[in-house]
């Protein structure tokens, strides 16, 4: 399924209800809502009963979701990864006044790795999010100092997924997670 269309048949103020519906029903990943334009979950009411849940291993329902973005209908989509939602992401940042995740991957001859799966691109167009199937059980997440990399696969953190948007509260940057279109998790590759 093309998914850039099915968003845009959404129509704008669907288009996250539709994007939460496809990501958990064709790809089965674990979606809890977020606070708009915010990179966290909600901290009270439903939408932190929700956060609780997924980090218990519940999911939300169908109706759920949509009985939740009819209520916030600009709500961001967080996507747990690990085993709950079969995948792993490996984040690469590239900041200002810090080593880049390009060239970590570079100076360890892993350059290709970034080819290996489909990928999100952060609203500042630095960075990306590389998606793989999920192989790596019972560590907590890895962000090692200075490199410029992230990896998810603990399923004790959440990523943005796309339309999701986000406001930088140093610069007040707004931007959207963007996919291409032929953005798939059918037949990820292992880490």
């Not at 410029?148 to 406001?167: C, K, N, T």
């Amino acid at each position: 399924m093309d998914v850039q269309r099915y968003a845009e048949e959404a129509g704008e103020s669907l288009r996250f209800v539709h994007w939460a519906l496809f990501y958990q029903t064709e790809y089965g990943l674990s979606i809890i809502p977020g606070r708009e334009a915010s990179k966290k979950p909600f901290l009270t009411g439903v939408g932190h009963s929700f956060h609780d849940r997924a980090c218990n291993g519940g999911r939300m329902s169908r109706e759920e979701i949509v009985r939740f973005w009819g209520w916030e209908p600009f709500a961001n989509i967080l996507m747990f990864p690990g085993s709950i939602s079969g995948v792993d992401v490996i984040d690469v940042d590239t900041k200002p006044g810090e080593k880049s995740g390009f060239q970590t991957l570079s100076e360890l001859g892993l350059s290709w790795v970034i080819d290996e799966g489909p990928k999100v691109f952060s609203p500042t167009g630095h960075g990306i999010h590389v998606y793989f199937k999920h192989t790596v059980d019972g560590e907590r997440n890895r962000k090692p100092s200075g490199s410029g990399l992230e990896a998810f696969w603990a399923g004790d953190q959440y990523l943005l997924m796309p339309p999701s948007v986000w406001e930088n509260p140093k610069t007040g940057e707004v931007g959207e997670y963007k996919c291409n279109d032929s953005f798939t998790l059918d037949e990820l590759k292992p880490v």
